[in-house]
């Protein structure tokens, strides 16, 4: 699978600290074989209460899950204190919980979005196994699917059609990966993801978490309708289009969108 790249984009200072001060990030970053390419983990995927058969971990928590040897607990989370293990440095076996990606716009097919804990809170790209674990340890608040929409763990079916308006090209599942760009936005809301290309700018509505205007006025901020709940968080994972191609998109698109 292929894995995005996408930096701060639209951050300035964003530090995520590991115990010796490096920025959260680096080994194997792939969901692998825990997962069957829908977001879902398999049934023999062998997850235990604090640990992925891909090396991701979590740590404290009301399971009150160890802290493994040469992991830093990291983001953890009141009242449970619930961290996500960040391996110092990573070994084989060991994958990290979450990296420095931002998940704008969402992020990719079998990727999931994690609520970082910083001073401001942002969504950071992560394997499935990440908000799998988040789930069974109380912390499904803090996991959302690529459009942002809640996490349910509920899977993610087959798009009943592979045709967006517009030349907008649309991915995942049995329609394949995007020829070129990143498919983003796949979800049980969603079926049908986006293939985003770096040529669509990176947008958040007026009314998002973290509003930021497309650069061209004749363009509109395309996000994915998600719950009521999640909105404004999947209203700043936006990217622009122009007004016309979003808007029939926010029409055509499985599950809806919407322009703003």
Known sequence: MKLHNRKFTRVTSLLLVTACGGIIGGGSSDAGSDTDGSGEASAD????QC??????????????????????????????NLGLCIWDPPS????????????????VEGRACIRGATDFYY????????????????????????????????PIADPSTCTLPDGVAGCGGTC???????????????????CWVSSMALCG???????????????S??????????QADADAAGFCLPKVTCSNLAQAIPGGGRCG
């Not at 995927?45 to 235990?48: D, I, P, Q, R, V």
């Not at 009301?62 to 449970?80: G, K, M, R, V």
């Not at 799998?132 to 809640?150: E, F, H, K």
């Not at 509505?205 to 363009?219: E, L, Q, V």
């Open 45 to 48: 995927a062998g997850f235990t």
């Open 51 to 80: 640990r992925a058969p891909d090396g991701v971990a979590v740590c404290g928590g009301p399971n009150a899950c160890a802290t493994p040897e040469n992991c830093f607990c990291a983001h953890q989370e009141s009242p449970d």
């Open 92 to 107: 084989d076996g060991e994958t990290q919980a979450v990296t420095n990606h931002l998940c704008y716009p969402g992020t």
């Open 123 to 154: 969504w950071l790209d992560a394997p499935v196994s990440t908000a799998i674990l988040l789930a069974q340890n109380g912390g499904a608040d803090r996991a959302r699917y690529p459009d942002m929409s809640l996490w349910t763990g509920d």
């Open 176 to 194: 394949g990966e995007c020829a070129q760009g990143e498919c983003v936005g796949r979800s049980p809301l969603h079926p049908l993801g986006v």
């Open 205 to 219: 509505t007026a009314t998002s978490s973290h509003p930021s205007s497309c650069p061209d006025a004749t363009d």
């Open 221 to 230: 901020c395309f996000t994915f309708s998600v719950q009521p709940e999640a």
